[in-house]
């Protein structure tokens, strides 16, 4: 399985991003698709996930009301739109595939077999 996300850059307080991944190989008949990041200095941390077949989203307390995960099945792709972006948002963002599916799951960093190559967002004040 192989993942390329893109979409990061630089921009303002309170300005959006709009993250993509699309990814190749997938041959398991139910999966997550995940979003974390990580900042400089810090760990690794959930952003946002989608249940690929039934939609079922989860966001981290930190992003929900302004990020938004969606998916689409004949692309294979996921995307992120991030509105209202802040400093505290700055990080390299990976996209990420959790091939089990347990939904009790679908937050853990660790459930997520097949990681993309991250795209930086930059969040200036």
């Known amino acids: 399985v192989q993942l390329q996300a893109s979409g990061g850059g630089l921009v303002r307080t309170g300005g959006s991003l709009r993250l993509s991944c699309q990814f190749s190989g997938s041959t398991f008949s139910g999966y997550h698709m995940g979003w974390f990041r990580q900042a400089p200095d810090k760990e690794r941390e959930f952003v946002a996930a989608?249940?690929?077949?039934?939609?079922?989203?989860a966001y981290a307390d930190s992003v929900k009301g302004r990020f938004t995960i969606s998916r689409d099945k004949v692309k294979n792709s996921v995307y992120l739109q991030m509105n209202s972006l802040k400093p505290e948002d700055t990080a390299v963002y990976y996209c990420a595939l959790d091939p089990r599916a347990i939904l009790s799951s679908i937050r853990n960093g660790d459930a997520y077999d097949y990681w993309g190559q991250g795209t930086l967002v930059t969040v200036s004040s």
């Open positions: 989608v249940r690929w077949n039934s939609g079922h989203t």
